[in-house]
């Protein structure tokens, strides 16, 4: 019997390198597609390269997207490529929208012209609620994105129910709150907090310095995350989930909890900077996925604790070993 294929867009970064990991353990055969020009970096997926197939290709090139396609032969596309660093998309905001808003529409339309039967899953963002009009926020409630990256996401998210409603198309759309792990880059707060308190704590730093610390996030683990992706292809029929824990945390108890696990006093070293600041701030995002966890029978397996526990180990591990 020959394995089911599945291709992966930004198989190079947090989600695509989870993702992948779950789908060879599910007996996928997995390609990952990455950019000839871009200068990848494959530190995520470097324990994979000998179970994985990586093909060129590029969310702006419409001809290099139908040539993939037919040359992998999928039954799965996981489009999880975007530029996904929220400050950047207002410092590079027409970047953003063509690879995060018009590469969905390439992608889907490839899909059309070559095979219809192919399953689509649409990485979209909790970001597409920005000012929220209802807490907690649900499939139904409406979009206030507030960054070009929000917006972006928001008609990749329409495009994609498009395609579904237009062509057919088994499409569906993962509207994921944010997700972390030890594979998150650098820039976000996550990991920025986890890794200043692994340098002060190996005696490598001696000061965090922050922006809004009372800004709340519906944070969950990026491993658990990959998993639903992966259930919303499996069902009889294509629809939208919103993929949350439904605990909101602040900055602040964020790096409360980092610091707490190596002994340390995090009022001695935070410094509020307004440099990271945003231009129009997303205040309090959380989810309610109801739907997921009746429909998919999905549940996150690892605590917000648990989570900042095994990053800050991680970042310890790591710098120890640098």
Same mark, same amino acid.
């Given at each position: 019997?020959?394995?089911?294929?599945?291709?992966?867009?930004?198989?190079?970064?947090q989600d695509g390198s989870y993702l992948a990991e779950f789908l060879l353990e599910q007996g996928y055969k997995v390609f990952g597609m990455v950019r000839r020009s871009s200068e990848e970096k494959f530190e995520r997926i470097s324990h994979l390269m000998d179970k994985i197939e990586l093909v060129q290709g590029d969310l702006l090139d419409q001809f290099s997207l139908i040539s993939t396609l037919q040359e992998t032969k999928p039954a799965e596309v996981y489009n999880l490529a975007a530029q996904s660093f929220v400050p950047?998309? =207002?410092?590079?905001?027409?970047?953003?929208?063509?690879?995060?808003?018009?590469?969905?529409?390439?992608?889907?339309?490839?899909?059309?012209?070559?095979?219809?039967?192919?399953?689509?899953?649409?990485?979209?963002?909790?970001?597409m609620y920005g000012k929220v009009r209802e807490t907690p926020q649900t499939e139904l409630t409406p979009f206030y994105p507030?960054?070009?990256?929000?917006?972006?996401?928001?008609?990749?998210?329409?495009?994609?129910?498009?395609?579904?409603?237009?062509?057919?198309?088994? @499409?569906?759309?993962?509207?994921?709150?944010?997700?972390?792990?030890?594979?998150?880059?650098?820039?976000?707060?996550?990991?920025?907090?986890?890794?200043?308190?692994?340098?002060?704590?190996l005696g490598l730093g001696d000061e965090l310095r922050l922006g809004n610390l009372d800004a709340k996030r519906d944070w969950g683990f990026a491993g658990d995350y990959v998993?639903?992706? =992966?259930?919303?292809?499996?069902?009889?029929?294509?629809?939208?989930?919103?993929?949350?824990?439904?605990?909101?945390?602040?900055?602040?108890?964020?790096?409360?909890?980092?610091?707490?696990?190596?002994?340390?006093? =995090?009022?001695?070293?935070?410094?509020?900077?307004?440099a990271f600041l945003r231009p129009a701030e997303v205040d309090l995002l959380v989810g309610d996925a109801s739907?997921?966890?009746?429909?998919?029978? =999905?549940?996150?397996?690892?605590?917000?604790?648990?989570?900042?526990?095994?990053?800050?180990? @991680?970042?310890?591990?790591?710098?120890?070993?640098?």
């Open positions: 019997m020959s394995k089911k294929v599945a291709l992966i867009t930004g198989i190079t970064g950047t998309s =207002w410092k590079q905001p027409v970047l953003t929208s063509e690879f995060t808003a018009i590469g969905v529409t390439k992608l889907l339309e490839s899909i059309r012209l070559v095979d219809r039967n192919i399953r689509f899953y649409q990485a979209s963002s909790s970001e507030r960054s070009p990256y929000g917006v972006s996401k928001v008609y990749g998210h329409y495009i994609t129910v498009n395609y579904r409603e237009s062509y057919g198309l088994f @499409a569906v759309s993962g509207i994921l709150f944010n997700h972390e792990s030890p594979r998150r880059g650098l820039e976000f707060v996550t990991r920025k907090v986890t890794d200043g308190v692994a340098r002060i704590k998993r639903a992706m =992966w259930l919303m292809l499996q069902q009889d029929k294509p629809d939208d989930y919103v993929i949350s824990t439904g605990e909101t945390h602040s900055v602040r108890h964020l790096v409360k909890v980092a610091f707490d696990h190596v002994d340390l006093d =995090w009022e001695k070293f935070v410094k509020v900077d307004k739907k997921a966890r009746q429909e998919l029978g =999905w549940e996150p397996s690892v605590s917000f604790e648990q989570m900042i526990q095994m990053m800050v180990d @991680a970042d310890l591990k790591r710098l120890k070993n640098d």
